[in-house]
């Protein structure tokens, strides 16, 4: 896994998660903080249940980390490190099954960590049965919630979001919007916003303390108010305790700031090796 000891240390305080130097006093004063560890257990042999033993023998908070983050642990192709989703709601066969991704949490939880989750909510794997489902519908003129998740268009003239475009399927009949290449998941629809939640709830059910969304510029259907209602005030009013929520590390910027305010999200600046990155 990838080490981000750079995390914000304010926005992870909210989590309840704070490292009492105290308690570790012989150990250098870099590990005498609040980190967190990357797991992209999509591309690696690292399972839930073997992360769940690490945490039982102090593996991760003698080394200062607090806060597990995985990378799309939902079930996805390899695409992107494993962002489309075929699956929102399982996990991959690599990975271990749901249950023991909820494990996995409780004895997290029970060691004072929490636990993260990157989201790739912007589209689907066409191989999605959702994706299958939604086009057969939408040439039947059935009115599904699937079909309605996604955004038809008689020709590809109209305009995109960012990094999308209008491809054409034959069997839906139509035309469709894309998020980098894929079907894109459209919250200009209450079928859509609510799917969305949907996913966020399930994994909060499993006992995640919060999200990392990506590339939210390229969401279809979307103002400021309505990612602030999908991705921030659903997920905070969802369950007792303030969630961790950022956009992703490499999309934040200064320039970006106001805007993730606005829409309530934390702003944590991971990468590079200027002033207005790091």
């Not at 996990?91 to 636990?115: I, L, Q, R, S, Y």
Request: one cysteine or more.
């Amino acid at each position: 896994g990838l080490l981000r000891i750079a995390l914000s240390v304010m926005a992870l305080a909210a989590l309840s998660c704070a490292y009492t130097a105290s308690a570790h006093a012989a150990e250098p004063f870099f590990m005498k903080q609040t980190g967190g560890i990357y797991h992209y257990v999509r591309e690696s042999d690292t399972t839930f249940a073997s992360i769940k033993a690490k945490i039982e023998t102090g593996y991760y908070s003698s080394r200062g980390v607090r806060n597990l983050i995985f990378y799309c642990p939902y079930k996805a192709t390899e695409d992107f490190r494993g962002v489309p989703a075929v699956d929102f709601f399982a996990t991959n066969p690599n990975t271990g099954t749901v249950d023991d991704f909820g494990a996995m949490v409780t004895t997290a939880h029970a060691h004072g960590m929490a636990v993260i989750a990157y989201m790739g909510l912007l589209f689907f794997d066409p191989t999605s049965p959702i994706w299958v489902k939604a086009q057969k519908d939408h040439k039947a003129g059935t009115n599904s919630p699937e079909a309605n998740m996604f955004l038809w268009a008689d020709d590809g003239e109209g305009d995109v979001a960012d990094y999308g475009g209008w491809e054409y399927s034959d069997v839906a009949g139509s035309w469709f919007a894309t998020s980098w290449e894929r079907p894109a998941i459209y919250l200009g629809t209450p079928d859509g916003k609510a799917f969305v939640k949907s996913v966020l709830k399930f994994w909060m059910d499993l006992g995640v303390d919060g999200f990392e969304y990506d590339s939210l510029e390229s969401f279809w259907g979307v103002d400021f108010a309505t990612l602030k209602d999908v991705l921030v005030t659903y997920p905070n009013s969802y369950s007792n305790g303030q969630k961790y929520l950022i956009r992703d590390g490499p999309g934040a910027s200064v320039e970006n700031a106001e805007e993730s305010a606005t829409i309530g999200l934390t702003h944590v600046l991971l990468s590079g090796d200027a002033e207005d990155r790091s």
